[in-house]
């Protein structure tokens, strides 16, 4: 009974034994367990994630860590789902778009109409303007209208003269009255020979009822209108058909516009153009050109168009500056594809553009070779790669293109492909390193900058340029609103573009070529601004040197003879001499000195 009691004892605590033992595998094993998974799940996660930033997506880590940027912590980049059946194409999440100020829209076609700039210049009528000769020989006595714009109105006396010829035919007149009952004919003839003179038949008949010789003659005025040249003075001897006056009748004017020899294809005989006055403001024209040159001046590569004016209260006054637009169309085009400016990228020798493509793992964005027609001002037409309706990006398209560089896509500069940026977390914030098989940047003498940057300098280069070739055409107007022009792109460069030693070496160059633009919507005169154009000239020479062209060859020409033999540099976008600091007066001074690439 004992020992049956006994093994009943053992078997309990023996069960009891292993049913503990049997607990703590089945519980404490599997609280270890999630934990392992846990473990092994991160340490998948962090070996095939690639990891970004939220404030700065070009940044790509294989771990996770902080961005080198800005500091925050890399968050898991989202899969790209079917990138593989589009390499080329790049994912922007929705954020990425919103900082980027990414902007699409879709391409559409359209009748092609482009808004054609164009300045000119008020001048008198040509078919009105009257030389207003003397029809007497003599000697001027008295000059009724003796100062330029001086208004005189026909049939007003504007001179006397003394004429000794006129004398002898008074004498001659009244010799013939005497007889004239017997020889009528000679009668006559002497008051033909007086009315050869200019002299009305009042006046002769005056002179034959006063019975004395008159020594003196006015002279009246055969067209009203403005004196624009007083070409006598008193006391001047002149011959019969000598010019005493030139007179301008202002109720009709012509407003001449410069047309320049790429917008030629654009304008046409007929075609409205609307143009303001400076000294008008708030106030508009219309009118229809009449004539344009058939030859270009071989001097400013200009036509002329000339507009036809009424001008009845004298508001449109010769030699005022005049700015215009012709809203041109291309009549053998019935619709074109047409795009904004801005989606368009050109890199000299390509036009690009970034095509949409939402899926449902999110929007990714294609480069697109595109070739492009005719410029419309704030568009182009284009001629093959896009079909209408595919959405396109018109607004941060640079942004996408940097975008696409690093992350190893196509893009402007690189439409092969094969540039990525990879981040390495060394934990001392050293930079994060290029891996390459295209060369991304360009290399100058000084720094390397992204072609991106060299398009945020395009705008600033183009207006230096265009004040340059103003200042050579001696056009004050026009090379001061160059100047401001200027000022703004300066103002909108994305100094974002700029990397490393590029981005200090720009914002020394930017604060010089600031100062040198300080003035330029004050000077009031060329000679002034030509002054000051010297100090941008300077700038700009510092900048490309550094930086390179930000398209075409441009040359550094030099003129000895620049403000008292001192001497100034320019640039210039072609090996011709056009000196802008002495323009017509010795346009072909200088030399070429140097070229930047």
């Known amino acids: 009974m004992k020992n049956s009691k006994r093994n009943t004892i053992i078997i309990a605590a023996i069960t009891l034994v292993a049913g503990i033992l049997l607990g703590w595998l089945i ?51 989202e899969d790209e789902g079917d990138e593989t059946l589009d390499p080329g194409a790049l994912r922007m999440s929705e954020t990425a778009m919103k900082l980027a100020d990414v902007v699409t829209a879709p391409a559409r076609a359209m ?48 001179a006397s003269i003394y004429s000794p010829v006129l004398v002898t035919a008074q004498e001659e007149l009244f010799e013939a009255e005497k007889i004239k009952d017997t020889q009528p004919e000679l009668f006559r003839a002497a008051r033909e020979k007086l009315g050869n003179w200019k002299l009305s038949e009042n006046q ?37 058909g000598k010019a005493i006056y030139e007179i301008a009748d202002l109720s009709r004017v012509w407003v001449m516009f410069d047309v320049y020899e790429t917008d030629i294809a654009w304008v046409s005989k007929n075609d409205s153009v609307y143009f303001t006055v400076q000294s008008l403001p708030g106030k508009g024209f219309e009118g229809k050109i009449s004539y344009i040159d058939p030859v270009i001046d071989p ?26 637009i012709v809203e041109a169309q291309l009549d053998h085009i019935d619709e074109a594809m047409v795009v904004p400016k801005s989606a368009v990228m050109w890199t000299g020798t390509r036009s690009v553009v970034f095509v949409k493509q939402t899926t449902d793992q999110g929007v990714n964005f294609t480069l697109r070779e595109v070739t492009l027609g005719p410029s419309l001002g704030d568009g182009y037409i ?23 560089q690093l992350a190893g896509k196509p893009s402007m500069m690189n439409p092969e492909g094969g540039v990525k940026m990879t981040g390495h977390d060394h934990g001392d914030g050293a930079p994060m390193e290029m891996e390459s098989t295209t060369e991304m940047a360009v290399n100058t003498s000084k720094a390397n900058i992204t072609g991106a940057a060299r398009v945020e300098l395009e ?36 100094m974002g573009a700029f990397k490393d030693d590029a981005h200090d070496l720009w914002m020394d160059h930017a604060a010089n070529i600031e100062k040198a633009l300080e003035h330029v919507a004050h000077y009031s005169n060329i000679e002034d601004l030509r002054t000051g ?65």
């Open 27 to 77: 519980f404490g094993g599997s609280a270890k367990e999630p934990e392992l998974q846990e473990h092994l799940h991160e340490t998948e996660l962090a070996g095939e994630t690639t990891w970004t930033c939220s404030m700065h997506p070009q940044i790509r880590q294989p771990e996770p860590g902080d961005c080198p940027i800005c500091g925050m912590d890399l968050i898991p980049l």
């Open 111 to 158: 009748k092609p109409v482009k808004n054609v700039r164009l300045n000119g210049k008020v001048q008198a009528d040509e078919r009105l303007i009257y030389s207003q000769s003397s029809h007497i020989a003599g000697r001027i006595e008295q000059l009724l209208v003796n100062f330029t714009g001086e208004y005189v109105r026909k049939g007003q006396t504007i």
């Open 204 to 240: 002769i008949d005056e002179i034959l009822s006063s019975g004395e010789i008159r020594e003196e003659f006015p002279v009246t005025a055969d067209v009203s209108g403005y004196v624009t040249r007083k070409m006598v003075n008193l006391g001047d001897y002149v011959t019969k």
């Open 299 to 324: 001097q400013t590569r200009v036509a002329k168009a000339r507009v036809s004016m009424q001008n009845p209260d004298s508001e449109l006054k010769p030699g005022m500056f005049t700015s215009g």
């Open 382 to 404: 284009i001629e093959e790669g896009l079909e209408e309706g595919e959405e396109i990006a018109v607004n941060g398209t640079f942004s996408i293109d940097a975008a696409a």
């Open 459 to 494: 705008p600033l280069y183009n207006s230096y340029l265009e004040m340059t070739e103003a200042l050579a055409n001696d056009n004050f107007e026009n090379a001061s609103s160059a100047g401001i022009d200027m000022k703004d792109a300066l103002e909108n460069v994305n």
């Open 533 to 597: 154009y010297k100090g941008m000239s300077d700038a700009m020479i510092a900048l490309s040197r550094s930086f390179g062209s930000a398209g075409d060859t441009l040359f550094i020409q030099y003129c000895p003879m620049a403000f008292n033999d001192k001497g100034a540099n320019w640039i210039s976008n072609y090996s011709e001499i056009r000196n802008p600091y002495f323009g017509d007066m010795m346009l072909k001074c200088g030399e070429t000195h140097d070229t930047i690439q």
